[in-house]
């Protein structure tokens, strides 16, 4: 059982799995978004998470001071993720029938008095806050390790926890793209947001049915390509950032058979089986065609397309070509990902004389 | 509105509140005297001013010069009485030689000589040496304590803890 | 659900409750801070030992009751009021006496307060004085007038008052004259309770009462706590910041309270008492408290207070260690770069201070360690820091086949145990990790392979005598008299080899079946013929003792090993392994077409060649051809601080997951880490196996522990001053030629000596403050030219052939040893007083010196040495000390003592005072002394 | 009762009039009157959509945010009383705040304070995108919120050096050389090698970005003091404006969002 689950943890199944889950809790939301669900999953995880945390290497990863946060973290979005999509459902049954969602109806549009009811309840978040934040203080010690020492790396070396989904990231692209443009992409992009989604509607209110691009968009890049990399980083890697099943011991020696190769090496010396070009623009061509056709030639063939026009008349030209854009980068993370698995494939472009690797 | 208030029950309402609010005010306090607490450092590495100088029989009549230099005072024991004199010259701060021969502590800087008491009598020095505080602990140690200074022309060698009496 | 008041999205009442809640949850767990900040486990450590301490003191007190003299107490208590009685007649006069004396006392005030105000006057006045001459002002003179009279008024008041301070002394004394009765028993009786008032006091500063309650309340415990955290600083020795280096914080005396305090050596920890306190810790040790700390030797995070385990203590065995985690719930510490040597490896860290020196006084075990480093020779492929001056550990083999047979050397070379028990040379083959007959083959191929080679290179040497049969029984007998056993073990006397546990030169087992005759004779006659860079001194044999000797130990066989044939070599794996050598940098077709370039003899040779460089032999053996080669082994010198991930444990789980678990078992099996691995011939782990005894290998691992690379600032280290350092160039010396394996140097080694327990005076002279006994010119004369000082001795002062620096060196290193820096000139030593030498003549008669220095006086033989040669020998000063008491010097000697405790045997002799006595002897023998040396046959009979 | 007659006897006072300029908050004209008349609660509208007030619409997340960098705000200047950031003292300081200081948990409070910071400020993010609320008229706040994550991460950064033990200057290893992988500016970065003028370069170690983060090649004391000072003073500065900007756009956009 603990094998099966080490071997299933790996990404390269785990990763697919996920993207299922998630495929499934969005096509499904008006099943999962009920209360039956939440005590059933309740029942199935809680002595799940008993038995995880019973494995001794487990619970050494488990219990380290500096993983408290991310588990607090997990239990949070799990919760609230269901939150939303209970709520989700409710509303949406609602439109259905037309009554308008929950936080329309005329007694929660009520006005109330900031005081007692806004000022009460924040100073009890607060005093809770605080508490929380004590108990947390005392039963966990922060973390110290040996002093500095340059001449001497620990094994592995992680960024802060919140960093770890781009340290991830590091396994498949090169730091500029992983550390660099990929984080400013996002950050960008979070902050385009609210211009490019022009749809009027799931304004105030908890709702799937009524913005699914935008739901589908970012839960999937918060649950999948953030949460659960962040979780990866944190449980499944260890020393030298080699994969550990949950139940591993993290044994410094061990080694995983992991050897990658250029896109051009597979097409100069695989397939035209011939030496590699001198010129390295050469030498990379095919890469470059295909990055540069999938940034500048997929979005007009995707506004081509039926949904393409649709959307296009709905939210303008420009505003569709942005978030085609920026959608296409952040889904070349798991494209990359899957190439990798499948084909080991280590560069699409690799020109290290720019130190330009993608 | 009023009546709403009448729908409450008022002892309770105010027991309820006061309850809340004291308990309230009390953490709050606890945590700021914690803060006030906060401030005050359970070690500090500040240098020691304090040193134990043995015990009395280890002294014979007249001056003994084994704290000189690591701490700089002179242990003297003049008519049933044991001091411990500041090595600082109160002329200008250099430090004094002991002249077993002449009986005085002499100056190299300006030449100001004092009387094995540590009263000057020669020299351009303005006053006498200084003495420290002298105690003996309960085991019987002679304990040194630099931070408390004694001064005979503020009439201050009368004072019992500037003098052990052998 | 009741209706709500409009505005309101929850019931007042309802929040009301929640918040009374929450608040009152807050509160608690402000409380639960409070609590977790207060309650510290040191503090309990400290309220333990004040308990401790009050038993102490109490038991003290007790004994300082006992001690007093009840009845006597009593009757001074009782004589003190008589005392007062008489004072008391005395009233009038004292009370007269006051009031002059507060009369002086306000005279004296008085003319303090005028004094003083004068003093600055004066003051004031120099300065404006000095101003007025700097600016020239016109007022000057004025000033100085001002400043004139000032300076009278002020020397008259001085004058006064030294007047009042004198009166004062006078009338103070004058009263206590008057009361001296009660104040003398005033005193005795303080003389007598002094001690116990003052353990009172002690005691008292013990009890847990109110205040000290109040002192370490929580919240004001900053006032003035009596449970506090004590720490040392130390700037001698500092903390590894790696960017900085921060002067160390040693904190564990918080909770070992007393450990620098005597008194409490039998309370548990951490309450206990150093156990070493004169050299460790205490006030007047070598090693104060305050200027050495404790992490410095043992090891672990001195700031640490607050649990057990952060402190990174670590238990000396599992017993412990299960104790441990009984009483403390240790675990092992994560995350801390130098944890605490466990306790028995502590005299570890003295090699961090002590640098540069052969053997530290105290490590017993350390310098056990380092005996059995350099008896192994580690050095040789292992590069230590300090251990460069150390010779090979093996003999030359450029000779080789002069000495032994071939077929010997290839038995021997695979397996040195099987021919000799006590062989120091360790096992390549047969091991753990290559006795696998895939492995074997090869195994052999090279050590055949290696035979051919240094065979090859082996030059021709003739042996300048040949063995002529001889006594072996008298053999025997001159083996165990003249000095072997001081370096070398013997079969057939294993007793006494093993009481002396000689290692400085081979154990010689069954010689008689590994060299030749020949040889043997020639090399026991004069070894340097053979090897010019032995140790093996010349010990001056007659032909006849050589060869007696030399049948002795050819008598000596071990048939058994005579029976083995060597297998022959395997061309096929020979080719093989050359081909691995050859293709390391080529491919297989180029490597195998060099191979065959090579004819079969040259194939041999080169994976001989190959052999030797792969097994190190030439680290320790001197082999042609490999000259300035580097070892072969990791460098140790930092081994201690090596982080435990960089040691490979293998598979080898059950060997404890620590430095020294690895070292130790590293040690005891060196291939043991090749086990389960698939690893290629070549790579194979290649560190021999030197079965050593458990014993051998834990405290060579405590040496090697000791090497790290912590950084103790020069103040911190022990510098050797300028003799010191001489001293220990000179031990260098001693070491390399095994001085020390007959003579004990002021008590240390000798190992000799375990042969004469019974009687040492039969055993090689010990040097007791040698320098300071013998002349340096004779001394350096000596050591070239020996000749027998002690003629009954069986055993002989060998003649090395040392260099002159190396014979310099010994003989300034006994000098400086014993301080003695001075030449002694001859010429001045004898100037009689009149009548002198008679009486010195008389005292030479009535002590019959001659009768045991009787060579050159009545021919008898000598049972002490030759007066004759004092004269050049001897130091007047020591010969003084040595006839005042000679036991003090050489404890057991024949010599008798003729002044016990500096009573004259002869009172009538220059008025019986022993320091004329001795002198007059001295003189004697300085003035019949002859002048000339005698060499080595000297005949020192002659007639007076 | 006699509670109640004493607290009326207080609330009398000039003392108790002078602080609070109006009766107790139990009708419709105090109420009003707590909020607006005092500096930290008029912050806050007079009145507010129901949905403003339940958790199960808000989370709070928001809220609390804004607490634990006032929480962490206070601890983080009681730390400075025994923090010195050199490369000497550091390390031993961090050992004394857990070994001897007072209040020994105060680093503790600090650090999971941090963490949880980012945590609730992910999960705020998370909520207002699932109710949609960036939509208009609240697109810039959004866009406030979205910088004020990042000054969050980089304030929990900066601070991640600090206890200068091997995970600090690891860790901030890792992400200084993210910056050194910088487009043209990082000396790792692509078109870097392109940036050089003869033998004159422009991007090297000893020129880029990481240098100017690092202050040096490598983290040592001088990245430590740089670090120091972004985490004490620069960015606290600019969150504690932008939180201003954000809160007041919160208001000026009509409060917590509802729907229309």
Known sequence: MRELINWIADPIRSFPIACVLFFLMM???????????????????????IWFAADPNFFTILILPDNIPIIILLVLVAFLTWLTIYKAAVNDARIEKGLGPLEGTPENREKVWSWPNLVYTELFMIIAATSFLIVWAILFKAPLEEPANPTWAPNPAKAPWYFLGLQEMLVYFDPWMAGVVLPGVVVVGLIAIPYIDTNPKGNGYFTIAERPVAMWGFLFGWLVLWIYLIIVGTFLRGPNWTFYGPFEYWDFHKVVADYNVNLSEFMWIKWFNTAMPANMFVREILGIIISLG??????PLSGATKYGKMMIEKVGTIRYYIFIVLLLLMMSLPIKMVLRWLFSLKYIVALPELELNL | MSEARQSLNRREFFSYLTVAWVAFGAACAGMLSLAFRFSYPNVNFEPEMEFLAGTPDMYEEGVDERYKNGMGVWMVKQEGKLFALSNICTHLGCIPNWLPAELKFKCPCHGSGYYTSGINFEGPAPRPLERYKIALTPEGKIKVDKTKVYRWEKGQWDNPSSFLSV | MKKLEPGMAYDTNKLNKLFAFLSVLFLMITVWVFLDDYIRPWKAVQLEAMKIKKEMIQKKLDEAEKEINKDKLSSLKGGLTDAEKIVSSRKKEISKLEVEITQNQKLLKAETILNGTLNSYVGGLTFKYEQAQLKNKSNKAVVFADLKKNKKLFAESKDRMKGYSFRAKELFAKKQGLQKEVLDTDKKIKAMTIKTELLGKALAKTNVDPIFALRNAPMIDYLDPTLKIQQIVLNNIKDDRYFQQVPRVDRCITCHTFISEAGYEDQPNPHKTHPNLDLMVGKDSPHPMKETGCTVCHGGEGHRVNDFTSVAHWPQNEEQKKEWVKKYNWHEPHRIPSPMLKLQHTEASCVKCHQ??????????????????????????????GWEHKRMAGPSLKKIASKVDKEFFKNWVWDPKSFNPHAMMPRFFGQSNNSEPKHMVKNIAEVNAIAEFIWEKSKAYKPFMKYTGGDSTRGKELTGQVGCLGCHGVQGMEEVSEKIGAYAGPYLYGTGSKVDPDWLVSWLKKPNHYQEDTIMPSLRLTDREANDIASYLLSLKNKKFEGYKFEPMDEKSRDQILMAYLSAFDTEKVAGAKLAKMSDRERTLELGYRSVGKYGCYSCHNIDGFEGRGPIGPELTKEGSKPLTQFGFGLQKQVEHTRDGWIKAHLLDPRRWDIGIDKPFQDLTRMPNFYLTDREAETMTLAILGQVDEKIPLKGVKRLNSSEQIVEKGMKVINKFNCIGCHQVDGYRGDILAQYDEDLNEGPPRLVGEGHRVQLDWFHYFLDNVYPVRPWLKIRMPSYNLTDEERNTIVTMFQYKADQKALVDRSKIVDWKPGEKDAAWKLWDEMACASCHSAGFNNDDPQAPNLYFARRRLRPSWVKKWLLDPQAILPGTLMPNFWTDGESTSPDILGGDPDRQIDALTKLMYDFGTEKLPTENTKYWSKQ | MAANGLADKVRATQVWKSIFRHGPPDNARNRAAVVAGNVFLHLHPIKLKKSGVQLGYTWCMGGLTFFIFLALTVSGVLLMFYYRPTAEYAFNDIIALREHVPLGIMREIHRWGAHAMVITTWLHMFRVFMTGSYKPPREFNWGVGVILLVLTLLLSFTGYLLPWDQLAIWAITVGANMAKATPFLGHGGPGASLAQIGDFVLVSDKNDVRFQLLAGRFVGEPALLRFYILHCV???????????????????????????
Do not use: M
Not at chain 3, 358 to 383: D, M, S, W
Not at chain 4, 234 to 260: E, M, N, Q, Y
């Open chain 3, 356 to 385: 540069g020196v052969e053997f530290i006084p105290g490590a017993t075990v350390l310098n056990e360690g380092r005996q059995n480093i350099e008896k192994y020779g580690c050095y040789g492929c292992h590069k230590i820091d």
């Open chain 1, 294 to 299: 999938y940034i500048l030639v997929l979005p």
């Open chain 4, 234 to 260: 620069f960015i606290p500065l600019v969150v504690g404006t932008l939180i201003a900007v954000h809160f007041w756009r919160v208001r000026k956009d009509g409060g917590i969002s509802a729907p229309l």
């Open chain 1, 27 to 49: 096509k499904y939301y008006r099943i999962i978004g009920t209360k039956k669900f939440l005590y059933a999953s309740l029942v199935v995880v809680v002595p799940v998470t």
